[in-house]
T-cell receptor
């Protein structure tokens, strides 16, 4: 199946810094999602993107749907300790089959140092 | 109220045993899923199921089987457990429309000894 590559794999940053991460695929996607997973919990949806070039914000988080439709980006501004966790991208191909299957990225582990 | 709830949260069992993990959603979603998260945190879909079809990831051993008594429940049965089955298993649900994100449960950590 599809595998999305996320980078960086892990990040250690100081509180207050901005964070950028991205997700790339060899296939074209028509939907990109970004999730955050806290330790011991399931992933929680942060942002959904549905159109190439789309830029969407959720508080300090901003995500973009890449123009090529093969990538997506997530930025976190002014990081705080509670931003710690694993961030996953997820993408859906424009195949004409039934179902709502998403492929998940390899994850970016974020550590914020107070 | 918890949207997607899984039980148990932790499950420790011996090789060769048969076990089940239960999942319930109260969101009115029509599709439910099981994902496996390995030690490297990679999320891999195992099944997706609605009242129309069951889609199985071809890499899932047939020792794993989903059972759905109704639209709000999708349980996971595992027969003859193996050491490599140790992982965190997540249940999720969504509306049956393409592009709709999933709501995940909090996971079941399965340890096979």
């Amino acid at each position: 199946g599809q595998q999305l590559n996320q980078s960086p794999q892990s990040m250690f940053i100081q509180e207050g810094e901005d964070v950028s991460m991205n997700c790339t695929s060899s296939s074209i996607f028509n939907t990109w999602l970004w999730y955050k997973q806290d330790p011991g919990e399931g992933p929680v949806l942060l942002i959904a993107l549905y159109k190439a070039g789309e830029l969407t914000s959720n508080g300090r988080l901003t995500a973009q749907f890449g123009i090529t439709r093969k990538d997506s980006f997530l930025n976190i501004s002014a990081s705080i300790p509670s931003d710690v966790g694993i961030y996953f991208c997820a993408g859906q191909t424009p195949r004409t089959y039934t179902g709502n299957q998403f492929y998940f990225g390899t994850g970016t582990s974020l550590t914020v140092i107070p | 109220d918890t949207a997607v709830s899984q039980t148990p949260k932790y499950l420790v069992t011996q090789m060769g045993n048969d076990k089940s993990i239960k999942c319930e959603q109260n969101l009115g979603h029509d599709t439910m899923y099981w994902y496996k998260q390995d030690s490297k945190k990679f999320l891999k879909i195992m099944f997706s199921y609605n009242n129309k079809e069951l889609i199985i990831n071809e890499t899932v051993p047939n020792r794993f089987s989903p059972k759905s008594p109704d639209k709000a429940h999708l349980n996971l049965h595992i027969n003859s457990l193996e050491l490599g089955d140790s992982a965190v298993y997540f249940c999720a649900s969504s509306l049956d429309d393409r592009g709709k994100g999933y709501t995940f449960g909090s996971g079941t950590r399965l340890t096979v000894v």
